[in-house]
């Protein structure tokens, strides 16, 4: 794929430390954030949403305590929105399991690992804090054990500060 292919997508493309940001809006909201790989050239805001959200994914990659105020669309069914809500809650340089997540709603693991798989704002609702009671678990709806999405979610929880558990730390970090 060339560096254009696939772009006319997203209202905006921002470089970030491990590829890009795809950006989609819609009726002056945004309606996705899309983990690219570095292959993908930046591209600039085709509206006023696209151009806020792309200067907020800037400023959350200079600081990671960044708290994004972003119109977004109303998505998710009200399952996977209290499974967003309690990601939500999860502090910066926190790891949280599938498991503790489901105990806090009433839930299983399963279900808050699809849920977070179906997450259309990553970054605004940090879903790479979740992780598998072993290790990283899937990420972005992928599970390429040391693939680009999985090593995106490596430098987030870095770039968070994370601390895994003595005996997360292995799997987490290689």
Sequence with gaps: MNAQQGSEIFNAIVAAPFGAVGIRTEAGSVRELVYLPPHFAEKDATDAVAA???EQVTQYFADPDFVF?????????????RVWTAISAIARGTVRTYGQVARDI?????????????????????CHRVTAAGGLGGFASHDDENGFHLSVKRWLLRHEGATASPWQQQAIWP
């Design 69 to 81: 105020s972003l119109p977004l669309m109303q998505v998710g069914s009200d399952y996977q929105q």
């Design 106 to 126: 009433g839930s299983a693991p399963r279900a808050v690992g699809q849920a977070c798989g179906a997450n259309w704002f990553p970054l605004i609702i940090p």
């Design 52 to 54: 806020l959200a792309g």
